[in-house]
């Protein structure tokens, strides 16, 4: 469908690891200019932008199977705590680090409060208290095949 090659198992194990190798090729390529202080955020962004459409391109209509869906979170949650960690090291006037801490006050809603960013943060460390354990995770997220 779309162009997916579906396998006679009904799966589209290959097409997935393609587009994530082509999503990673492309991104590394352009890590350099991503990284520049050079071009404006705006073009960063851009193309950042670009090449996520590039990476994620047909991804409506992939199939995945538990285990690429079990992978693809343990990978969401270590780039979370990943990135958690690089704005609790930044200087207290950084705005990533004041938006994150930071506090609005005004009237509550009604109902059950909305899970915010944070929270899934301090959940995910929860889980995982044993830090060299959770080092295992980030690495096998980092090298798994499919990610």
Do not use: C
């Amino acid at each position: 469908y779309l162009g997916n090659m579906i396998n006679n198992g009904n799966r589209n194990d290959n097409y997935v690891k393609e587009r994530t190798q082509a999503g990673n090729r492309a991104y590394f390529t352009n890590l350099s200019m991503l990284k520049s202080i050079i071009i404006s955020r705006a073009a960063k962004l851009r193309a950042y932008k670009t090449l996520r459409n590039f990476a994620t391109y047909r991804a409506e209509t992939l199939i995945l199977t538990v285990r690429e869906e079990n992978a693809l979170r343990i990978f969401i949650k270590s780039q979370r705590i990943k990135w958690m960690g690089h704005v609790k090291r930044m200087e207290d006037n950084a705005m990533p680090k004041r938006m994150l801490e930071g506090r609005l006050y005004s009237k509550t809603r009604k109902g059950r409060p909305r899970i915010r960013w944070l929270d899934n943060v301090k959940n995910d460390l929860k889980k995982m208290r044993n830090r060299e354990q959770w080092r295992l995770i980030v690495k096998e997220a980092k090298v798994h095949p499919g990610l």
